[in-house]
């Protein structure tokens, strides 16, 4: 007395076909492409920054201070007489190294303590969602800039502090896939096969939830660089020298009214960045979600 | 049937345009429903009904590309604008789904929801709808409706919450109600209760009902006449006791043979070899060939067209029953 | 059927959840199965009827220790597994599985079709990998799949395909009890017919004892030898298929199959029934006395006894029990409805 299944002519190729329609479906999206695209050029930035900037990031030519574009300075240099161009290249290896190893990081940790509650409920479940309710009820970027600054300013601390931040909303993810797969027979039918918890978590309930993990992984990773940038400006995130969106940002706050554009040009980074992600990270949701027909 | 047709569908085709390429739903249905008439459409799933009945109160995604014509009262509802369109839905032809557990909205009461639509249609007042929607629960044998009136879904059990649904489909008196597959998610004791009360609506309130099923029993209970789909066309027409009498088309006989009766003792049930095929445009031959024992040449190049077997009975088929009981 | 032990025997069994909502009486607590006793028999086809809220598919889990009962025995060839651990399952597990309903839910998406059948010998280490490629490829032919299918995700399998994998899972290792929670209920109607087809020759050829769960009436007639019907947590019926069908005593089991629709209009139509009045109650709350009291049409000669005393499941003719206070042994309940009988189909 339920749904009954469609029983229509199987297709004969096999698992490839699925990603080919994921595929067209993603390439219908031109927002989405064009996300993936900006997302993408600024990871290969990030990678190849040594190759890509013209000079070291530290790198300071006194007779040029505060100057505008010009055929040495592509977009001029900073108070120190530093290429605004190279800085803003490194800068983007260091802000997407935050923002992508945090999300690892909070990944890692939260996917299985968030796994474990769903799948176990009971009293560790309650225990875990509690903890994970009050943590989330602080403010992603007060939590971080408050562990920021327990921990000390360091490119390291910065993605330690975003990466404990980012864990909450991971903890929930994770257990709400998990309490919603535990339900699906296949997960009796693995028991009666004789499988034991660990095959049952690892073999069938997280292969099917990485679609939902990428996704939010997508769209935690512009959270992460936001927040490194905000963690440097205030000074408790990377330190100058080291150049990063945020530390540019700060360097260039005592300028704003000459020189403008050293503020502009990190800030226009952090903007298509974070949009970058997440427009690929909304239409990745849309393309990987069963229900949207195109 | 000698009274002029209710609704009169010709070569209404769907056309859906999926990720995977177009796929022909529906390919040249016409049927007619006469006043006060029970017709049955009943094929598995993939055959096109649901989509067939959708398409003509236009619930179809945009997606879908339909031709063809039903005619309603002397207009054309796949013409139709919207503001005629929603006079005709909800009023004139109603239409009930198979899950009342989704078709109901939880957070209003059951009697808002049919007030709803008495209000819109039929311009009451929210005292004179609450009274229409007192009357309606009672028509369709809800006990104690001054007091389920004020309940909401969740407080009721499916079989009330379909019950309600008809109700709602019924407030303003329409000509035809659509049921698609009403009983499906209830059980079996529960769908005989719904079955009769269909029955009563035809008698005391002469509405025409087509309805949806993939359950010959449905139909053998309920329908006057029945039209037998397969893979998007409608492959047999006839009489409810014709049909099951003397099937003509070898999918319905192996339909038939595939049901286990209630009753008899059986060996083995019939299997139809194969699966429906999905097809991107309308096959230029019999839709049923690759899975027919009686396939030949001619079944797998030309399409058979609909005719008379036998008195009142219509079938598509280059080799039907009838050919082999001389 | 012989003189064999039972391959299973369920005594008194009894299954609560406490609900964690607090609603009026009863205090949160779904009587889901009370005090239900049956055997299956060595080699047969059991059919457990019941509607939605007879505790049916909770029997089902609970006999193959998906749950574990609040109280009762289940014994599998005399060994009591009721209260055993996991891991004392475990070996037990060889003997005993489960096809489900669901052909979307019970096949896990990101594994093919052979890697789901394989699991089973996979993870009770019975077999290196070709070992398993043969043992899979026999199974898979025997349940009516080509080996292309093997490499096939369950997305790109039909609904009936979906089934006999999932049979295939069940039984390569050759179990001697299968659970068949409504394997077929999902399915269009021809292609329920194969798989019923299948389900049957499997058990002929393969020996084992099924326990066979579904709603319909017509299809336990088809498949089963005994038949049980349950209705809200009991048991109120268990006789052998013609029996049920020829003499159904209880007026539940007369009104299920008053309900089963034949398909034959002029036998269909002019059949005495019985329709049930009512709303089934809440397995939360459970009426006092007989359950079905509140909806039988024959309350009125139940009375009182009915309202305050349980009927006990009792044997009334050979092979026969039922729990009614209108039916003892040579004397039966009143026939409410005709049974279902079809005229052979002509032309």
Redesign the interface.
Same mark, same amino acid.
């Given at each position: 007395?339920?749904? @009954?299944?469609? $029983?229509?002519? +199987?297709?004969r190729v +096999?698992?490839r076909?699925?990603l080919r329609?994921l595929t067209?479906?993603f390439l219908r999206r031109p927002m989405a492409v064009g996300g993936l695209l900006v997302a993408l050029a600024f990871v290969i930035v990030a990678i190849f920054a040594p190759l890509l900037a013209p000079y070291s990031p530290g790198h300071t030519d006194f007779d040029a201070v505060l100057a505008h574009s010009s055929s040495k300075h592509l977009l001029g240099t900073d108070d120190l007489g530093r290429d605004v161009l190279s800085r803003l290249i490194w800068g983007t290896r260091a802000s997407m190294q935050v923002g992508v190893f945090a999300t690892l990081l909070a990944m890692v940790v939260a996917v299985p303590i968030g796994m474990i509650a769903g799948y176990y409920r009971g009293w560790v479940d309650q225990v875990i969602a509690r903890l994970t309710d009050v943590l989330l009820a602080f403010p992603f970027l007060i939590l971080a800039v408050g562990l920021a600054a327990i921990l000390g300013p360091s490119l390291l601390n910065a993605t330690l502090a975003l990466g404990i931040g980012s864990i909450p909303g991971f903890i929930r993810i994770a257990r709400g896939e998990t309490l919603a797969l535990r339900e $699906?027979?296949?997960v &009796? +039918?693995? @028991?009666? *096969?004789? +499988? *034991?918890d660990a =095959?049952i978590i690892f073999r069938?309930i997280l &292969? *099917?939830m990485t679609n939902t993990l990428i996704v939010q992984a997508t769209l935690t990773i512009p959270g992460a660089i936001l927040g490194e940038a905000i963690l440097s400006f205030l000074g408790v995130g990377v330190q100058p020298p080291t150049s990063s969106w945020g530390t540019m940002l700060q360097e260039a706050e005592p300028y704003l009214t000459q020189a403008q554009r050293l503020s502009v040009y990190p800030g226009v980074a952090i903007i298509l960045a974070v949009l970058a992600f997440n427009v690929f990270g909304d239409g990745l949701r849309d393309v990987l979600d069963p229900r949207t =027909?195109? | 049937m000698s009274a002029e047709p209710l609704l009169e569908v010709s070569d209404l085709s769907v056309r859906f345009d999926t990720d995977e390429g177009p796929l022909q739903a529906v390919d040249r249905v016409s049927f007619t429903l006469a006043p006060r008439e029970v017709l049955g459409i009943v094929g598995e799933s993939g055959c096109g009904k649901s989509v067939t009945c959708m398409s003509l109160v236009r619930l179809l995604p945009e997606t879908a590309a339909v031709s063809g014509s039903a005619v309603f009262d002397g207009v054309d509802l796949l013409a139709l604008g919207p503001r005629r369109l929603r006079r005709v839905r909800g009023r004139e032809i109603s239409y009930i789904f198979q899950e009342p557990m989704t078709s109901l909205n939880p957070v209003f009461t059951v009697g808002d929801q049919i007030g709803e639509v008495v209000r819109r249609h039929l311009g009451l007042s929210r005292r004179a709808a609450r009274q229409r929607a007192v009357e309606l629960l009672q028509l369709v044998r809800i006990p104690a409706p001054e007091r389920r009136v004020d309940e909401y879904p969740h407080q009721l059990s499916g079989g009330m919450r379909q019950r309600v649904m008809i109700a709602m489909a019924l407030a303003c008196d329409p000509k035809v109600l659509i049921a698609d597959e009403p009983t499906t998610a209830l059980d079996v004791t529960i769908q005989a209760g719904i079955l009769d009360l269909m029955r009563e609506i035809r008698e005391r309130l002469g509405t025409a009902i087509v309805l949806v099923t993939h359950n010959l029993g449905v139909v053998a209970d309920i329908a006057d006449r029945v039209i037998v789909m397969y893979a998007g066309r409608k492959v047999e027409e006839a009489p409810a006791e014709e049909l099951f009498a003397a099937p003509q088309h070898p999918y319905t006989v192996g339909l038939l043979g595939a049901i286990p009766r209630p009753g008899e003792r059986q060996e083995r049930l019939e299997e139809i070899p194969g699966r429906v095929p999905a097809a991107a445009a309308p096959l230029e031959h019999c839709v049923f060939a690759d899975r027919c024992r009686y396939a030949d040449e001619t079944t797998r190049t030309q399409v058979p067209a609909l005719r008379a077997v036998r008195r009142d009975h219509l079938v598509a088929c280059f080799h039907p029953e009838a050919d082999r009981a001389a | 059927m012989n003189d064999a032990a039972p391959a299973l025997e369920v005594e008194s069994l009894v299954k609560h959840f406490t609900s964690g909502r607090r609603i009026g009486a009863g205090g949160g607590t779904v009587h889901a199965v009370d005090d239900v006793s049956f055997s299956l028999r060595q080699g047969e086809m059991l059919g457990l009827v019941g509607e939605s809220g007879s505790g049916k598919t909770t029997l089902a889990n609970c006999v193959v220790r998906l749950h574990e009962p609040t109280s009762g025995s289940i014994r599998l060839h005399g060994r009591d597994i009721t209260h055993l651990s996991r891991r004392d399952l475990r070996p037990l597990r060889r003997d005993l599985h489960m096809v489900f309903q669901d052909p979307y839910s019970s096949l896990n998406p990101r594994m093919t079709a052979g890697e789901i059948v394989g699991e089973p010998l996979r993870l009770h280490r019975l077999a290196g990998r070709k070992v398993r490629t043969g043992r899979v490829a026999e199974i898979f032919e025997r349940v009516g799949l080509g080996p292309e299918h093997r490499f096939r995700y369950p997305h790109e399998l039909s609904g009936g395909q979906r089934q006999r994998v999932g049979l295939a899972r069940s039984l390569i290792l050759n179990p001697s009890v299968l659970v068949a929670d409504e394997p077929v209920s999902a399915l269009d109607v021809s292609v329920q017919a194969s798989i019923l087809n299948l389900l049957r020759d499997l058990q002929r050829d393969m020996g084992f004892s099924c326990l066979f769960i579904t709603h319909d009436l017509a299809t336990v007639e088809f498949l089963c030898d005994r038949i049980a019907v349950m209705y809200l947590g009991k048991l109120v019926e268990v006789a052998s298929r013609d029996e049920i069908f020829r003499d159904p005593e209880h007026p539940y089991t007369q009104a299920l199959l008053s309900a089963a629709l034949v398909p034959d209009p002029a036998e269909q139509r002019q059949r005495r029934r019985v329709v049930l009045e009512g709303d089934p109650p809440s397995p939360l709350d459970p009426p006092s006395g007989c359950r079905f009291r509140t909806r039988c049409p024959l309350h009125d000669l139940s009375a009182p006894d009915s309202d305050e005393i349980e009927p006990p499941l009792r044997e009334v003719s050979p092979d026969h029990l039922v729990a009614c206070h209108l039916s003892a042994p040579g004397s039966k309940t009143p026939r409410i409805a005709d049974p279902p009988v079809t005229t052979p189909v002509t032309g």
């Open positions: 007395m339920s749904i @009954v299944v469609q $029983e229509i002519e +199987a297709p +096999a698992g076909r699925r329609l067209k479906r $699906e027979d296949y &009796p +039918a693995a @028991v009666l *096969n004789g +499988a *034991n =095959t069938h &292969p *099917n =027909t195109r | - | -």
